[in-house]
């Protein structure tokens, strides 16, 4: 494929690096805002007078060929040079292996170089006569580094920037920690700035390799509740030299691992843009996450940060990325639900007196280098409480373990009881707290009372609530499930409008506030009756569980079908097709929320894939997605750009909804609790990985064959 930024980094560990080959620079991805920090990085040969180089710094001349793969655990460049027929290929390969938290944290990445000779002329260029003989070579160096040769590679000092916003640990902008890592050399000649070797090559020929592995075993960083904790990987490790030493160790595993890992994953029947997709998504969210443990506490953390906004693990970021945890690694999603309700708010916020004794959640549990309070300016307080709920269902029922409902009793039921109190005409359909998620959109769909977006929500969220409670011995739920019947009728009685779902049951704007400005808001809202992309966005986390909600079935793929053209555009389809203007026109601590017909990829994602357990095949948009990230990285590193027609939502972690297309192309429903697995494929040509059902210890993944 064509060069395009890209950046890939080891779970929870910040340790990683991208490129950007348009503007010929690279950074190192460490513990502040993306893409990191500027260094170079110089790979490629030196052929007599000539040095040629992959375009990742700026000294050099560039191979006049160019391409790229972006694997699931690595990233690949490949250079030509016609003239003598010499090609390189250069890999940045991370430890990655699902479920297994030690390897996959473990603070290393491995640069690796080979040089070959063309076999034939490339095109019509003529290669010079004889052999070719010169040098093959990766070198590192930046302002903000310092390298000292050793006899096994070079010590690094590292400049780092950090930036903690608030508690005991608070930076100011500008404040740098030193680290020191290690390049160490595995295959070539160790030199100032990396390692080099020598080759001589005939036509057809392969050379040496050179390949670093670049560790780090960083001090504490982030601060969780005003205490410095430590990364997971150091109860491994105590120093850098232990890094190094597991470096050497486990190279060939890292490599072996990781090629049959990427080419399981590649091996399905949906295309090369989905599996463009699936790597580059994965790679997006890995330089967003941190694992650490925290000693008061004796009990690890992890968190994600979503993109370029840097809040830590935003409760509906990562409803959406559900399918990802629920096929890959459970176990992330655990953490998470473990950490949230420290959290959660008092629903007297919202409804006074009404709400004694109610809890909703925080959208965020902080920002940047620091966890400890909400960071967003306002909450989301209905779908943030039922996006808990729903998260905690979804992961007893793929899991088959009770831990979550036990542990976390009264916060699952006191969401409920927020929801349920937040309905305040009596049709069951939340009225306050709406606010959602959806924050560069028109009013109706961003703030609107009564939303058929949340009314979805909530009813899912009071049923699976309901069963949840009842499973941990709390048999007072008959309330939550009358709710959740009323919420049906009103969705069926005034929902519907024929061809789709309204965006709200209630039009009038009448006492809502802005929440941004805090202005009031009067007359209709516009676009309150159009279509929108968000009434089936809850569905996936229960369809891959085959549980039903009892909507109308035939309604839900009338609303897809009729929806998808009139919101359609290049790169995906829009919030809605109300295109009227009169968005909240605020930029507020880097929040980029202006926008007039707006799309966010995963959200498209979501509705394909509840679409395709409904028989409705719409798997091909992912095309549209990839064409995306591919002009939104093609002139600059951007990662995982979720908006498109506006907005800035790039680095985001929660593209990786889209691992849930190989369950939805299946048709799988897997629940270990339920002890349901079945399939119903969407297409008589599917051929999918089933990767919940993965041994990957064994190196063992079933596959649905249509």
Same mark, same amino acid.
């Given at each position: 494929?064509?060069?395009?930024?890209?950046?890939?980094?080891?779970?929870?560990? !910040?340790?990683?690096?991208?490129?950007?080959?348009?503007?010929?620079?690279?950074?190192?991805?460490?513990?502040?805002?993306?893409?990191?920090?500027?260094?170079?990085?110089?790979?490629?040969?030196?052929?007599?007078?000539?040095?040629?180089?992959?375009?990742?710094?700026?000294?050099?001349?560039?191979?006049?060929?160019?391409?790229?793969?972006?694997?699931?655990?690595?990233?690949?460049?490949?250079?030509?040079?016609?003239?003598? =027929?010499?090609?390189?290929?250069?890999?940045?390969?991370?430890?990655? !292996?699902?479920?297994? #938290?030690?390897?996959?944290?473990?603070?290393?990445?491995?640069?690796?170089?080979?040089?070959?000779?063309?076999?034939?002329?490339?095109?019509?260029?003529?290669?010079?006569?004889?052999?070719?003989?010169?040098?093959?070579?990766?070198?590192?160096?930046?302002?903000?580094?310092?390298?000292?040769?050793?006899?096994?590679?070079?010590?690094?000092?590292?400049?780092?920037?950090?930036?903690?916003?608030?508690?005991?640990?608070?930076?100011?902008?500008?404040?740098?920690?030193?680290?020191?890592?290690?390049?160490?050399?595995?295959?070539?000649?160790?030199?100032?700035?990396?390692?080099?070797?020598?080759?001589?090559?005939?036509?057809?020929?392969?050379?040496?390799?050179?390949?670093?592995?670049?560790?780090?075993?960083?001090?504490?960083?982030?601060?969780?509740?005003?205490?410095?904790?430590?990364?997971?990987?150091?109860?491994?490790? #105590?120093?850098?030299?232990?890094?190094?030493?597991?470096?050497?160790?486990?190279?060939?595993?890292?490599?072996?691992?990781?090629?049959?890992?990427?080419?399981?994953?590649?091996?399905?029947?949906?295309?090369?843009?989905?599996?463009?997709?699936?790597?580059?998504?994965?790679?997006?969210?890995?330089?967003?996450?941190?694992?650490?443990?925290?000693?008061?506490?004796?009990?690890?953390?992890?968190?994600?940060?979503?993109?370029?906004?840097?809040?830590?693990?935003?409760?509906?970021?990562?409803?959406?990325?559900?399918?990802?945890?629920?096929?890959?690694?459970?176990?992330?999603?655990?953490?998470?639900?473990?950490?949230?309700?420290?959290?959660?708010?008092?629903?007297?916020?919202?409804?006074?007196?009404?709400?004694?004794?109610?809890?909703?959640?925080?959208?965020?549990?902080?920002?940047?280098?620091?966890?400890?309070?909400?960071?967003?300016?306002?909450?989301?307080?209905?779908?943030?409480?039922?996006?808990?709920?729903?998260?905690?269902?979804?992961?007893?029922?793929?899991?088959?373990?009770?831990?979550?409902?036990?542990?976390?009793?009264?916060?699952?039921?006191?969401?409920?009881?927020?929801?349920?109190?937040?309905?305040?005409?009596?049709?069951?359909?939340?009225?306050?707290?709406?606010?959602?998620?959806?924050?560069?959109?028109?009013?109706?769909?961003?703030?609107?009372?009564?939303?058929?977006?949340?009314?979805?929500?909530?009813?899912?969220?009071?049923?699976?609530?309901?069963?949840?409670?009842?499973?941990?011995?709390?048999?007072?739920?008959?309330?939550?499930?009358?709710?959740?019947?009323?919420?049906?009728?009103?969705?069926?009685?005034?929902?519907?409008?024929?061809?789709?779902?309204?965006?709200?049951?209630?039009?009038?704007?009448?006492?809502?506030?802005?929440?941004?400005?805090?202005?009031?808001?009067?007359?209709?809202?516009?676009?309150?009756?159009?279509?929108?992309?968000?009434?089936?966005?809850?569905?996936?986390?229960?369809?891959?569980?085959?549980?039903?909600?009892?909507?109308?079935?035939?309604?839900?793929?009338?609303?897809?079908?009729?929806?998808?053209?009139?919101?359609?555009?290049?790169?995906?389809?829009?919030?809605?097709?109300?295109?009227?203007?009169?968005?909240?026109?605020?930029?507020?601590?880097?929040?980029?929320?202006?926008?007039?017909?707006?799309?966010?990829?995963?959200?498209?994602?979501?509705?394909?894939?509840?679409?395709?357990?409904?028989?409705?095949?719409?798997?091909?948009?992912?095309?549209?997605?990839?064409?995306?990230?591919?002009?939104?990285?093609?002139?600059?590193?951007?990662?995982?750009?979720?908006?498109?027609?506006?907005?800035?939502?790039?680095?985001?972690? !929660?593209?990786?909804?889209?691992?849930?297309?190989?369950?939805?192309?299946? =048709?799988?429903?897997?629940?270990?609790?339920?002890?349901?697995?079945?399939?119903?494929?969407?297409?008589?040509?599917?051929?999918?990985?089933?990767?919940?059902?993965?041994?990957?210890?064994?190196?063992?993944?079933?596959?649905?064959?249509?």
């Amino acid at each position: 494929m064509q060069p395009m930024g890209d950046g890939i980094s080891v779970l929870g560990s !910040r340790h990683g690096m991208m490129w950007d080959p348009f503007n010929r620079c690279s950074y190192l991805v460490r513990f502040d805002k993306h893409p990191g920090i500027s260094f170079s990085l110089r790979v490629g040969v030196r052929l007599g007078e000539r040095t040629i180089v992959l375009p990742l710094c700026p000294e050099g001349d560039v191979f006049a060929f160019l391409d790229q793969e972006t694997l699931p655990s690595a990233m690949v460049l490949i250079g030509i040079d016609p003239e003598s =027929g010499i090609k390189v290929r250069f890999e940045v390969r991370i430890p990655f !292996r699902p479920r297994d #938290a030690d390897y996959s944290t473990a603070p290393v990445y491995y640069l690796k170089a080979c040089v070959s000779r063309l076999s034939k002329p490339f095109r019509w260029t003529e290669p010079a006569a004889g052999s070719s003989s010169g040098s093959l070579f990766i070198e590192v160096s930046g302002d903000t580094m310092q390298a000292r040769e050793n006899e096994r590679g070079c010590d690094i000092t590292l400049q780092t920037p950090v930036t903690r916003p608030f508690g005991e640990y608070q930076t100011l902008p500008g404040y740098c920690q030193e680290v020191y890592e290690r390049l160490e050399v595995l295959c070539g000649q160790p030199s100032a700035y990396g390692a080099e070797a020598p080759f001589t090559l005939d036509t057809g020929e392969t050379g040496p390799e050179v390949c670093l592995a670049w560790c780090a075993c960083a001090p504490d960083i982030l601060s969780v509740a005003d205490e410095l904790c430590p990364f997971r990987y150091r109860q491994q490790f #105590a120093n850098l030299s232990e890094v190094a030493g597991w470096a050497r160790v486990h190279a060939d595993e890292v490599f072996s691992y990781g090629s049959w890992f990427d080419a399981v994953v590649a091996d399905h029947s949906l295309g090369s843009a989905v599996t463009h997709l699936l790597s580059q998504t994965l790679h997006s969210w890995l330089i967003n996450t941190w694992w650490v443990r925290v000693p008061s506490r004796e009990k690890e953390w992890f968190s994600v940060w979503e993109g370029s906004c840097y809040f830590h693990s935003t409760v509906d970021v990562e409803f959406t990325q559900a399918p990802f945890y629920l096929t890959l690694w459970p176990e992330l999603l655990r953490l998470e639900l473990d950490e949230w309700p420290e959290y959660a708010k008092t629903g007297e916020r919202v409804l006074g007196e009404n709400g004694k004794g109610t809890q909703f959640l925080a959208h965020d549990m902080g920002v940047l280098a620091a966890v400890g309070q909400q960071a967003y300016p306002h909450d989301m307080e209905v779908e943030e409480a039922a996006d808990y709920i729903l998260l905690a269902y979804a992961y007893w029922q793929r899991s088959g373990e009770l831990s979550v409902q036990f542990t976390h009793y009264d916060t699952i039921r006191r969401f409920c009881d927020f929801i349920q109190a937040c309905d305040t005409n009596g049709n069951g359909v939340p009225d306050v707290g709406c606010t959602n998620t959806i924050d560069d959109a028109a009013p109706a769909i961003q703030y609107g009372r009564e939303q058929v977006y949340l009314a979805v929500k909530a009813l899912a969220a009071l049923r699976c609530g309901a069963e949840l409670l009842q499973s941990a011995g709390y048999q007072h739920t008959a309330d939550y499930l009358t709710q959740a019947d009323a919420i049906q009728r009103a969705l069926d009685d005034k929902g519907w409008l024929g061809d789709h779902y309204a965006v709200t049951l209630e039009p009038s704007a009448e006492g809502l506030l802005d929440p941004w400005t805090r202005q009031p808001l009067h007359g209709i809202l516009p676009g309150w009756d159009a279509c929108h992309i968000y009434t089936a966005n809850t569905l996936p986390i229960l369809d891959v569980l085959g549980c039903d909600l009892g909507l109308d079935e035939e309604r839900i793929v009338c609303d897809i079908q009729t929806t998808l053209p009139r919101t359609l555009t290049r790169y995906g389809c829009t919030h809605t097709d109300y295109h009227g203007g009169d968005t909240t026109a605020v930029t507020a601590d880097g929040l980029a929320v202006a926008s007039d017909a707006i799309g966010w990829v995963s959200m498209n994602i979501l509705r394909d894939i509840a679409a395709a357990y409904r028989g409705v095949d719409v798997l091909a948009m992912a095309e549209r997605y990839w064409d995306w990230q591919a002009t939104a990285n093609a002139r600059e590193v951007c990662g995982f750009f979720e908006t498109f027609r506006g907005n800035n939502l790039c680095f985001y972690p !929660r593209g990786v909804a889209i691992w849930g297309y190989l369950e939805a192309a299946a =048709g799988l429903r897997y629940s270990r609790h339920g002890g349901l697995c079945e399939a119903n494929t969407l297409r008589q040509t599917t051929h999918v990985p089933l990767l919940a059902l993965a041994d990957w210890p064994g190196r063992s993944v079933p596959y649905y064959e249509a």
